[in-house]
């Protein structure tokens, strides 16, 4: 997805083909603002305008200006997990909040996610007129690490 940003402020670009134009709104706050434009360069302008008089309408009439991210927001899992997650906040020493932030502090930065690829080699022979060829096929796959017990027979 393609953003703008100004300031403090991220806002979308959508493509309105009826119309013929480019039009968006600032996002993450709970005022709407709105934008449009015929031409990239022009879109940028007018999310740049808009955010200015935004910020210079909530001046001249008092009022706080939402700003894009307030640092809460609710987030509902469901009994069992809302359990567990305070269970290993408890036994870290950390309170849920503190848990959950690392949480997701350790997602967006890729902690405890490594790429782990599996390579399995498949040797296929044929045989004609005493004329050996042989063909290797290579399948991979990457998955999020952990750790299990895995039960292997050889033949």
């Not at 299990?148 to 033949?155: D, K, L, P, R, S």
Request: charged share 20%.
């Amino acid at each position: 997805m393609s953003v703008l940003t100004y300031k403090t402020y991220i806002g979308s670009i959508e493509v309105s083909v009826e119309d013929e134009c480019l039009h968006g709104k600032i996002l993450f706050i709970d005022d709407l603002i709105t934008y449009e434009a015929n031409t990239v360069q022009e879109i940028q302008v007018a999310f740049e305008s808009s955010v200015d008089r935004y910020l210079q309408y909530c001046q001249e009439t008092g009022k706080s200006p939402n700003k894009p991210y307030s640092g809460t927001f609710n987030v509902r899992t469901g009994e069992s997990i809302h359990k567990k997650a305070a269970e290993q906040a408890v036994m870290s020493g950390i309170s849920l909040n503190e848990f959950v932030t690392k949480a997701i502090e350790d997602r967006i930065n890729g902690v405890g996610y490594a790429e782990v690829k599996h390579t399995h080699f498949h040797n296929h022979y044929s045989a004609s007129n005493d004329d050996f060829s042989e063909r290797t096929m290579v399948a991979s796959s990457a998955i999020q690490s952990s750790w299990g017990i895995m039960n292997a027979t050889t033949h």
